[in-house]
T-cell receptor, first 112, second 115 residues
Framework: AQTVTQSQPEMSVQEAETVTLSCTYD???????LFWYKQPPSRQMILVIR??????QNATENRFSVNFQKAAKSFSLKISDSQLGDTAMYFC?????????FGTGTSLTVIP | DAGVIQSPRHEVTEMGQEVTLRCKPI?????LFWYRQTMMRGLELLIY????????DSGMPEDRFSAKMPNASFSTLKIQPSEPRDSAVYFC?????????????FGPGTRLTVL
C-alpha cells in the first residue's frame, strides 16, 4: 500500500532564510511521480513542484527545489529566500493509479 | 480556463438539514474527485469519477453522503441529513488522464458548518 509521511507538523523560518520540509513515502511501483502542494490561508491547493521518479535530476521551480532520494524513499522540499507569502500548509502527495495519497501536511510560518 | 469552480464557498446549516455542494471541473478533464479536509483527519478522498461514472466510493463515510455526476461539467455531493461532525472543508478536484503525473487541480473548497 502507498503511504506518505510528513513528520513535521509545524515549522517556522525567518524571512529570506532557507527551510526544508521532509516527506517520506512507500510505494511498490517502479516509476511514479511525487508532488508538493501548497495550501495558503485562502484554502486553495496549488501545485508547487513535481518530480518524476526515473529522473535523477532534482526538480527546481524558482525558489523551490526538491531533494529526491529514491533509494531512501525521501522527497524533501527546500524553499530558498523565504517570503511572507510562503506561509501555508504544505502537502506531499504520491499519485498511484487514479488516486493521490497525501501526507498530513506541514504548517510553515515565515516570520518577518 | 476558469479552473475548478465550487459553490457555495461557505455553507452554514442546522443539524438534520440537507446540504448540496456543487462542482464544475475544468473542461476536458475526465476525472473528478471529492475530498474532505478536517484538522483531525487531514485530506480524505471521498469518491472519484471517471467519465462521469463513480469508480471508487469507499471513502464515503456513510449512507448519508451521496455524489452524482450527471454530465462532464457538473457534480454534486449531498449530505442528508447533516450532522455537526460533517463540518469540514470539502474540495473538488479534477484531472486529465493524459497529463504528466495526473496532476489534480483543486477548487477553492466549500467550508461547511453544521450547527
Amino acid at each position: 500500500a502507498q503511504t506518505v509521511t510528513q513528520s513535521q507538523p509545524e515549522m517556522s523560518v525567518q524571512e529570506a532564510e532557507t527551510v526544508t520540509l521532509s516527506c517520506t513515502y512507500d510505494t511498490s511501483e517502479s516509476n511514479y511521480y511525487l508532488f508538493w502542494y501548497k495550501q495558503p490561508p485562502s484554502r486553495q491547493m496549488i501545485l508547487v513542484i513535481r518530480q518524476e521518479a526515473y529522473k535523477q535530476q532534482n526538480a527546481t521551480e524558482n525558489r523551490f527545489s526538491v531533494n529526491f532520494q529514491k533509494a531512501a524513499k525521501s522527497f524533501s522540499l527546500k524553499i530558498s529566500d523565504s517570503q511572507l507569502g510562503d506561509t501555508a500548509m504544505y502537502f506531499c502527495a504520491l499519485p498511484s493509479g487514479n488516486q493521490f495519497y497525501f501526507g498530513t501536511g506541514t504548517s510553515l510560518t515565515v516570520i518577518p | 480556463d476558469a479552473g475548478v469552480i465550487q459553490s457555495p464557498r461557505h455553507e452554514v446549516t442546522e443539524m438534520g438539514q440537507e446540504v448540496t455542494l456543487r462542482c464544475k471541473p475544468i473542461s476536458g478533464h475526465d476525472y473528478l474527485f471529492w475530498y474532505r479536509q478536517t484538522m483531525m483527519r487531514g485530506l480524505e478522498l471521498l469518491i472519484y469519477f471517471n467519465n462521469n461514472v463513480p469508480i471508487d466510493d469507499s471513502g464515503m463515510p456513510e449512507d448519508r453522503f451521496s455524489a452524482k455526476m450527471p454530465n462532464a461539467s457538473f457534480s454534486t455531493l449531498k449530505i442528508q441529513p447533516s450532522e455537526p461532525r460533517d463540518s469540514a472543508v470539502y474540495f473538488c478536484a479534477s484531472s486529465h488522464r493524459a497529463r504528466r503525473g495526473n496532476e489534480q487541480f483543486f477548487g477553492p473548497g466549500t467550508r461547511l458548518t453544521v450547527l
